[in-house]
């Protein structure tokens, strides 16, 4: 089965002036987005750099335990945060995973391994393989 999902921006205005609104297909919610938030951060106005990290963190937090439970130890517990880069003029430069789970009867070792996979095998990784992923991985 194939799953399409979607969204969609309404912009309005030139580039460092305008803004716009991201609506989903779900109906989760409509959220704004402009120029100075990606260029310079703000709080409360989202920018495609934070629907990407939202996306990566979802993602790898799935395939992380997908992979733990393949293993024989699923997971109790994974707190997963994304941060991803956007350099203006430049675009984005990265994405970093920071991974914190309870994972009973696993040790650090094999649990670093089985995260590093879950990276690499994250689907949203793959799709952002055109930039550096980091990842920091540990038990709780």
């Known amino acids: 089965m194939t799953v399409t999902s979607e969204a969609s921006t309404v912009w309005t205005g030139p580039l460092l002036e305008g803004s716009g609104t991201v ?3 779900s109906g989760v919610g409509a959220f704004p987005v ?3 938030a990606r260029s310079e951060g ?7 750099e934070e629907l990407i990290a939202a996306a990566h963190a979802s993602c790898f937090s799935m395939a992380l335990s997908s992979a733990l439970a393949r293993n024989g130890t699923p997971p109790e517990r994974i707190d997963a945060t994304a941060s991803v880069t956007f350099k203006p003029g430049t675009g984005i430069t990265g994405s970093h995973l920071n991974v914190s789970a309870v994972v009973p009867g696993l040790g650090a070792g094999a649990f670093q391994r089985i995260a590093e996979d879950a990276k690499t095998g994250c689907p949203v ?3 952002l393989a055109g930039v550096e992923i980091s990842l920091e991985a540990v038990l709780a």
């Open 42 to 48: 703000s709080a409360g106005t989202t920018t495609p």
């Open 125 to 127: 990784s793959q799709a």
């Open 34 to 36: 402009d120029w100075k």
């Open 23 to 25: 609506s989903f297909s």
